[in-house]
């Protein structure tokens, strides 16, 4: 968010922002990606075992929408 907010006050379009955003999201879902396949967390919670390839297929998808912006509208 602080990369983000430092990008448009230096004067950067927002498309290229939106797209900025898009790449940290992916980043941040694959860096979850282990945490979530702990077993602490699914004996702490009632949540449903998430497979790692839906982790990389989000951040695939994050990637990719975020790339269309950023080309579309340069």
Partial sequence: MGGLLYAAAAGLQYHRGIAYGLYIAAA?????????????VYRRTSLP???PSAFVAAAIALC??????????D
């Fill in 28 to 40: 941040v879902v694959l860096v979850l990606a282990p945490l979530a396949g702990t077993r602490t």
């Fill in 49 to 51: 075992l998430v497979q």
């Fill in 64 to 73: 990719v929408v975020g790339a269309v912006i950023d080309v579309a509208f």
